[in-house]
């Protein structure tokens, strides 16, 4: 068998991993039909479909599953060997808010790190208004949050967050009890719909529990102490969106977008890649 195609094994991790041939092209900065092209050709040199593709999903196939460790591996080592003797490592500063971020965060670093293994990571988790303002200072290279109000025609729109109403499997609420809240405090943006839309509804409501971010909040969830007011993504395993089953009025959805003036290759490949990582848990 000839050598494979480094190129092609990397299009095919991307793939496996976003679920999609639209956002692993843009991780690579090529077009879909490329992408396509590549993992054609890399099917028909190892004589087995890798992906099975429907108009709505893209999934590994058995033997696609099978391949998957030992290509995320080569391209890995290939990616090391290249770098290996750079001497400049390059830093990247970037702020995200913890309204998004959930237990998926060791698989966005994993990901920005086979990207660019010399790659310095700074990350910094906060408020979505926080990471602005650090971004409008200039101590952030990037920063990818909900869309603030002021800034409707700025920034990548990147996806658009669901969020829910969050509580543990068997959780029940009490006759006559107010619906008990897990959120992240008067300054969050997604408590105060929550809050509106169910004094709207005419639902009473008490606040048991503040955290700061979607793990921490989403946590109390977990816990039974309370409904976690948070996007479906980050909510943890356990748990269910009780909305429909008490009748809670429908949350709104967000975008996430990101801020970034980087417009050297390297840094934007990565932001490329983290971008389209988050947006494929968005919408798996």
């Known amino acids: 068998m000839k050598a494979l195609d480094l190129d092609a094994v990397k299009a095919f991790v991307l793939i496996a991993d976003m679920q999609s041939f639209t956002r692993a092209a843009q991780a690579l900065d090529t077009t879909q039909s490329a992408i396509s092209l590549k993992l054609r050709r890399l099917e028909d040199q190892l004589g087995r479909r890798l992906l099975e593709r429907t108009p709505r999903q893209v999934r590994l196939s058995a033997e696609g599953a099978v391949f998957l460790d030992a290509a995320r591996s080569l391209v890995g080592a290939h990616e090391r060997a290249v770098t290996s003797f750079q001497v400049e490592q390059r830093r ?10 959930g237990s998926e ?11 660019d293994p010399s790659l310095l990571i700074e990350m910094r988790v906060a408020g979505s208004r926080e990471v602005m ?24 729109a990147l996806f658009s967050e669901d969020f829910a109403w969050i509580a543990a499997a068997n959780w029940k609420l009490q006759p006559g009890q107010p619906l008990p809240l897990s959120t992240q405090g008067d300054s969050c943006s997604i408590r105060a719909g929550a809050v509106r839309a169910l004094d709207q509804a005419g ?6 529990f503040i955290g700061k971010g979607a793990a921490v909040v989403g946590a109390a969830a977990a816990a039974g102490l309370a409904v976690a007011v948070i ?9 269910v969106d009780i909305g429909p089953a008490l009748s809670l009025p429908k949350l709104p959805r967000q975008d996430v977008v990101l801020y970034t003036a980087l417009n050297d290759r390297r840094s934007r490949h990565a932001m490329s890649s983290l971008a389209a990582a988050f947006e494929s848990l968005a919408t798996a």
């Open 92 to 101: 990247l500063t970037i702020g995200i808010s913890h309204q998004i971020v």
């Open 105 to 115: 965060l060791p698989a966005l670093l994993r990901r920005m790190n086979e990207h």
């Open 133 to 156: 303002q650090a971004y409008e200072d200039g101590t952030l290279d990037a920063a990818l949050v909900l869309q603030p109000e002021n800034r409707r025609d700025q920034g990548e």
């Open 203 to 208: 639902i009473p409501w008490t606040e048991v």
């Open 231 to 239: 996007a479906r993504r980050t909510a943890p395993s356990g748990t």
